[in-house]
């Protein structure tokens, strides 16, 4: 059945069919697919009197009672749910006064979120998609020990819609399923065949029948991604480069005794195994991974100069025209203080016709040695003379695909991917299963753990005059403001005239600049110059410092709206300080009203230094889905996938998938035929990346 048949489904219909189109379901099998929110059951509720920490729970209660207090400027619903484990919890709405019809007294509602400690007691705050009201059948069910699923509904989608259609189809319509894992597999592993695994996450009967319906869901998805990887793998270890690099290390040696420091025994580790790499027949594919600050840049480029010196051509990418410019400057520079004759050049979309057209002329004839850029190397007529090594920073900024585009402008280049995203080791195996993997687990000697705190308004002028007595001491401090896409324009004019009053109000001594996306290239290098030249002060911003930036004499980070960031890109932005030996400052200031997820992020953020503790934190807070990226891995879906459950079952994935390929490279043999017919449905494209010689 095609997307036009949808609504003939019995319960359908053309209207439902396009409400169904809307949110991205648009055949039989997307709906099959479209996995339940929540599946609740007697077992998962908590009685609100028996929580005693915060945490994230399921209650079901009743709406006893209902308060609106009205400020200026402000709505706060404050709505009674009771339970009858003897306490009550507090669900608040703030500034949603078009909510009040909902809360009506007796109806029966599920919540699942945090729950908060508060002065008036538990408490929850209110959101989208953390609630669900129940009808009578669904109250009844529950109650009676069945588990219900709960699908993120609209107002034409509702769940009692998803359970009837979902529940006809499953009697009629599984045929559309394709197994993909062979018999002998699936029974090894005791998995349920594919179209059990879907029957039964939708209705499962019992709480052992949903866990193994989503470990077989899970783990279509990973072995799906890992055989992916495997033939990367197999297929890059297997190519030849032919390129030969030179052993000469002049230019290194002379750069390494010019460097202001010496290099942590982390870095020189790191060195040797890209070296050995680079050395190897077989295109390097490497990531290296490292906290921020910890000197992944000076690698890189030491990295390189084996590359140049053979006559090869290098190039680096960055997620954004500031940092590709930092990085530009910073390479030009130590070339500069050897004397080397290598040419390096800059490729971002913000040059102009005529230096980009020299650019690109340069790097098709070789004049250039090094190019560093954005995504605008990825352009179609960037055309190298001969490519042997790219560079990728930040790589979790970018998806597989761009870093393949990078890539097949050369012949099997080889790859160093850097990122400061801290997964734990294992992790990193598994969801970049082709790539060899190096750790700088040290920060530079001398570096102090950035003093975090968080703050309110109340605390904002006591702030202020720290940071003064901060620039009056010579540093200076970065003040950072969320620009949301949608709303991009109104919060660019509340940062723009944050920049005037800061300047005119707080820190009339002291020079205040604005920098943002919308700037054009020469005026972002003008500001980060005059920044890095102390010829600013206090740098006004936006996120687009959050990767990368790197000026040693900014000791001061005040975020502004930090409950608005998640922990992964606060902990980026805290980055850009700390980054010398002068003891750093890092400031989260938040309104006076924020979920308590987000005060869970100030809270983690305070109390640690260390990526890896709030990497794992995030994952806590976030899930993974978000985590990782959905389309980072070709568009696979990971809503069900829980990293703490599953892990295990990623390594039997990245096993099996290894195995499979290892053995039947092409999917061609009888058992694989499934994996193989899917396989090359949802990556035939991309697969031709993956072979382009
Ligand atoms: P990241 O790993 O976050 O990309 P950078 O490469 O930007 O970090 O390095 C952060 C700062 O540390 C830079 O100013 C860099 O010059 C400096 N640095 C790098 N290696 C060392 C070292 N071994 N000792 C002291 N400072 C170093
Ligand atoms: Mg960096």
């Known amino acids: 059945m095609n997307e036009e048949e949808l609504r003939y489904i019995k319960g359908v219909g053309p209207q439902k069919a396009a409400s169904l189109k809307r949110i991205g379901i648009k055949s039989i099998r997307e709906l099959l697919f479209f996995f339940p929110k929540w599946h609740i059951h007697r077992s998962i509720i908590t009685p609100i009197a028996s929580i005693n920490s915060g945490g994230k729970y399921f209650l079901l209660g009743v709406i006893s009672g209902f308060e609106e207090m009205k400020r200026p400027g402000r709505n706060i619903i404050k709505v009674i749910i009771e339970d009858g484990s003897g306490e009550i919890l507090n669900w608040v709405w703030f500034n949603r006064p078009y909510l009040k019809p909902l809360f009506v007294k007796g109806r029966k509602v599920v919540i699942h979120d945090m729950v908060e400690n508060t002065r008036w007691g538990k408490q929850i705050t209110g959101t989208n998609d953390s609630f669900e009201f129940l009808d009578a059948f669904e109250e009844q069910a529950i109650n009676s020990g069945q588990i219900l699923s709960f699908y993120k509904t609209t107002r034409i989608l509702s769940n009692s819609f998803y359970r009837e259609v979902l529940a006809g189809l499953i009697k009629t319509n599984l045929v559309d399923i394709t197994e993909i894992l062979s018999p002998g597999l699936t029974a090894r592993h005791e ?11 939708h209705f499962p009967q019992t709480i052992e029948e949903l866990e193994k319906a989503r470990k077989r869901l899970v783990f279509n998805e990973l072995l799906i991604m890992q055989i992916f990887l495997a033939k990367r793998k197999i297929f890059l270890t297997t190519k ?54 910890s000197g992944k840049t000076i690698v890189a480029l030491l990295s390189v100069l084996t590359v140049l010196e053979s006559g090869y051509q290098a190039a680096v990418m960055a997620p954004t025209e500031i940092l590709a410019e930092q990085h530009y400057k910073s390479f030009k520079k130590l070339f500069a203080s050897i004397g080397y004759g290598k040419k390096i050049l800059l490729l971002t979309s913000g040059l102009k016709v005529k230096e980009k057209r020299e650019a690109l002329n340069a790097i098709k004839d070789g004049a250039c040695d090094l190019v560093v850029g ?8 960037v ?17 597989v695909f761009q870093r393949l585009a990078l890539e097949s402008k050369g ?22 299963g ?17 003093y975090t705190k968080w703050q309110t308004e109340k605390k904002r002028q006591e702030l202020y005059n720290f940071i003064i007595q901060r620039l009056k001491a010579g540093e200076q401090a970065f003040i950072v403001y969320p620009l949301v896409e ?5 919060l660019l004019k509340a940062a723009e005239q944050e920049a005037v009053q800061l300047q005119n109000l707080v820190f009339n001594d002291f020079k205040v600049g604005l920098i943002h996306g919308r700037l054009s290239a020469e005026e972002k290098e003008l500001i980060m110059r005059n920044f890095k030249d102390k010829k600013i002060d206090v740098l006004v911003s936006t996120t687009v410092i959050e990767v990368g930036i790197d000026v040693s004499n900014a000791t001061i980070m005040l975020i502004e709206h930090a409950e608005r960031f998640g922990l992964a890109q606060l902990h980026q932005l805290r980055g850009r300080v700390g980054r010398g030996s002068a003891r750093s400052y890092c400031y989260l200031m938040t309104g006076w009203v924020s979920s308590s997820d987000s005060l869970k992020r100030m809270k983690i953020m305070e109390k640690t230094n260390d990526g890896f503790a709030v990497a794992e934190a995030d994952l806590e807070l976030r899930g993974p889905g978000e985590f990782f990226g959905v389309n980072q891995h070709g568009e696979l879906d990971f809503k069900l996938i829980d990293l703490k459950k599953d892990l295990k ?3 039997l994935a990245r096993e099996e998938a290894f195995n499979i390929i290892k053995n039947d490279p092409e999917l061609n043999a009888p058992q694989n035929t499934g994996i193989g017919g899917f396989f090359r449905e949802r990556f035939s494209k991309d697969l031709e990346m993956v072979t382009i010689s």
């Open 411 to 432: 012949i099997f280049p080889d790859a160093l991917m850097m990122t400061a995203t801290p997964f734990p080791r294992a992790l990193v195996l598994t969801l970049y």
């Open 383 to 399: 055309a190298f003379k001969q490519l042997g090594f790219i560079i990728i920073d930040e790589r979790h900024k970018f998806g």
């Open 649 to 651: 079952l990623l390594e």
């Open 374 to 381: 954005t995504h605008a190397l990825l352009q179609e007529d």
């Open 486 to 490: 949608e709303s991009g324009k109104s």
């Open 191 to 201: 998995f349920y065949i594919m179209k059990e695994a879907i029957m039964k996450v």
């Open 240 to 293: 030849i480069k032919n390129r030969n690099y030179t052993y000469d290390t002049a230019a290194y040696d002379e750069l390494i005794k010019k460097l202001p420091f010496k290099l942590t025994t982390a870095q020189e580790r790191v060195l040797k195994e890209i070296k050995t790499d680079l050395m190897r027949s077989s295109p390097m594919n490497r990531l290296l991974q490292g906290d921020v600050g």
């Open 434 to 450: 082709d790539t060899d993997l190096s750790v700088i687990d040290e920060l530079p000697a001398g570096r102090q753990p950035v």
